[in-house]
């Protein structure tokens, strides 16, 4: 089930619940090999294209494939690291303007028994309310596919 807040033009809040413990949820989001796997959603994500070093302080970045062969670049700077409840980090893209820091994303894991609900949000007020509309639906397909990995067990 997904929650948004499609009406706010300066951030995307969306929430999930995901029949996985916090713990495989955390690792998704921190591990390269399982965020290649659905970051993007349909749009491959090279493993070898994916640079994580999870701490406050720490960079990441991925490029992924578009289907007439370019490239999207994305990176940011964790900001907070508590596993496995709480990643708070920057995100940027090429289209950011030169020195930004990028939007604000913060991913907060609350354990319901045998499940785990996420509350997603991406903060900053740096794209227009047509690019945040797009950006959630991206998030939401990218959260389908993050459903997938965790089902696999």
Do not use: C
Not at 9 to 30: K, M, Q, S, Y
Not at 135 to 150: K, N, Q, S, V
Request: glycine share 10%; hydrophobic share 40%; proline share 7%.
């Amino acid at each position: 089930m997904t929650d948004t807040s499609g009406d706010d033009p300066h951030g995307i809040a969306l929430n999930r619940t995901f029949d996985a413990r916090r713990e495989r949820v955390f690792e998704a989001w921190t591990r390269p090999e399982h965020f290649a796997y659905w970051f993007g959603g349909e749009v491959p994500v090279p493993a070898d294209r994916v640079a994580m070093d999870v701490r406050p302080g720490g960079t990441w970045s991925l490029v992924m494939r578009t289907p007439d062969g370019g490239e999207l670049p994305f990176s940011g700077v964790y900001r907070e690291v508590v596993p496995p409840e709480r990643l708070e980090f920057t995100l940027k893209d090429a289209t950011a303007p030169r020195g930004a820091e990028g939007e604000l994303v913060r991913v907060t894991l609350t354990e319901a028994g045998d499940r785990t609900e996420m509350a997603f949000r991406q903060l900053g007020g740096n794209l227009t309310s047509e690019q945040y509309l797009q950006a959630e639906a991206g998030w939401a397909g990218f959260f389908d596919r993050l459903a997938e990995l965790l089902a696999r067990a």
